[in-house]
Each structure stands twice: as C-alpha cells, then as structure tokens.
Nanobody, 124 residues
Framework: QVQLVESGGGLVQAGGSLRLSCAAS????????MGWFRQAPGKEREFVAA????????YYADSVKGRFTISRDNAKNTVYLRMNSLKPEDTAVYYCAARVQLNWAATTGEYSYWGQGTQVTVSS
C-alpha cells in the first residue's frame, strides 16, 4: 500500500514558479515509477510528467515541456514537480500518482495509487 500527500500548490501570477512535492509512505517507493497529472474544472484528468524508479528517465506532456521538471529523492520518499513560466491554462488540481512498475507511463489507468491533489491557480 502506498499513501501519497501533495503540497506546494497556491496562487501565483503568470510567469511565476511553484514547486510541488509529493511525500509517499511505504517501503516500495524506490521501486515505483511516479507521475503528475492535473485536472481543470470541467475537463478530464490529463498527464503532466512522469519519472522512472531511479530518476534516470523522465517524460513530459508537450504542453509543459521546457517549463516543468519532475525529479525524485528516494532517500526522502518524495517526488517533485518544479513549474516555471506558469500560464493561466496551467490552473488545475495537480495529483501525484504511483505506479507498481519501475518505468513511467502516461495514462491514468497505469497508476494504482493517487494523492488527494493540490490546487494551483495562475492569474493573468
């Protein structure tokens, strides 16, 4: 069982930055690929970024490539999402998710555990 708790969301002006954190419980974190997803009001949950078990391989949605960076610290059981050059269209609830596999995936169905989400609001 893996429990995930996100933090770091908030209100920021366009062009600003935020860093989201996701703290995981359980002894299997270092063997879980991790992902970040987001869901805006009235829209489906969409993939943002993912990272494999040791941080050696990452993947991003085209909409955030070059602006967002996913990373992980297995000693701290934590995955991060650094978000730069934020845009109003980045406004959403951001969720982290854990996959019971070593390698990343980009679809919600591939992830078994989810956090409760953290709100990110970008004002224009």
């Amino acid at each position: 069982q893996v429990q995930l708790v996100e933090s770091g969301g908030g209100l920021v002006q366009a062009g600003g930055s935020l860093r989201l954190s996701c703290a995981a419980s359980g002894r299997t974190f270092s063997s879980n690929a991790m992902g970040w997803f987001r869901q805006a009001p009235g829209k489906e949950r969409e993939f943002v970024a993912a990272i494999n078990w040791n941080g050696g391989n990452t993947y991003y949605a085209d909409s955030v490539k070059g602006r967002f960076t996913i990373s992980r610290d297995n000693a701290k059981n934590t995955v991060y999402l650094r978000m730069n050059s934020l845009k109003p269209e980045d406004t959403a609830v951001y969720y982290c998710a854990a996959r019971v596999q070593l390698n990343w995936a980009a679809t919600t169905g591939e992830y078994s555990y989810w956090g409760q989400g953290t709100q990110v609001t970008v004002s224009s």
